[in-house]
C-alpha cells in the first residue's frame, strides 16, 4: 500500500530541527547583541548633538527649544533600557546612558523653567552643565572598573551635582587667544563649534583635523563682510544640514 505524501509546511510554521536555513540560538543571541549595540551608539550621538543643541537654545542662538526631539529621545531610550541582554558590558552601557539622558532633562527642564521665570543665567547653566559631565566621567570610570573585576575608581563627592564655584583661569598669552568676533561672544562660539561637531559626526562627517580656532577664525573673517555687505547690526550662526553635510548659516540681523 503506497505511503501517503506529508502535506506541505503551513505558511509561518517553525521549521524542523536542522533545516536549511534555521539560525541556531547562538547566532540570533549574538545579531540580538549587535543590533542592540548598534542602537544604543545611535542613542549616544543622538544625545550628544540634543545636548549641542540646548546648549544653542540657552544661549540665544537656536530660538526654538527642541521639545519634540527631546521627547522621541527620551522614549528611544526608555525602548532601549526595557530591551533584555546577558551581555554585563552592554547593561551597563544603557543604564549609564538613561542616567546621562535623565541627568540632562533635569537641568534642561530646571533652565527652561528658571528662563521663563527671569531668573536664567547662561553662565551659572554652563557651570551646571561642565560639573555635570564632570561627575559623569567620573561615575563611568568608576562603573567600569568595577565591571572588569577591579577595585572602583575614585569618585568625585555628589556634591558635584550642585554647581560648584568656578575656579579662576590664569590668564593665557595674548597669541594663543582667539578674539570673538563682532556680534558674537565667546560662549556662542563654544556652543556653536559643538553642535558643529556634532552634527558632522551624525553626517558620518572626519572632524578630526576640526579646531574651535578654526571655526572661530571663519566667522570673525564673515561677521565683518556681512555686516557691510548687508548693514546689520550683528551677524548670528547656526548648524544646518545641507546635502548631507553639515554647514555654518550666517543670519545678519538688519
Known sequence: MPVPPKPPARPGAPLAKGALGAEDPLSRSRRGKDELAEAVQGLEEELETLKARYEQYFLGIERREPVRWREELKRNVARVKGAFTRNAGLRFRIQALHARYLSYERLWMRSAREREEGTYKRDLFKARLHARAKAERAQEAGGKAAAEGAGPAPVEPAAAASPPAVPARPPQPAASRTPAPGGVGEAQLRAL??????????????????????????????????????????????????????????????
Open 193 to 254: 563649534y559643538e553642535a558643529y561637531v556634532a552634527a558632522k559626526k551624525q553626517c558620518n562627517e572626519d572632524v578630526s583635523r576640526l579646531t574651535y580656532e578654526a571655526v572661530a577664525r571663519s566667522v570673525a573673517k564673515q561677521v565683518p563682510e556681512l555686516m557691510t555687505r548687508f548693514k546689520a547690526r550683528s551677524v548670528d550662526f547656526k548648524v544646518e544640514v545641507k546635502d548631507g553635510r553639515a554647514v555654518l548659516k550666517a543670519i545678519p540681523k538688519v
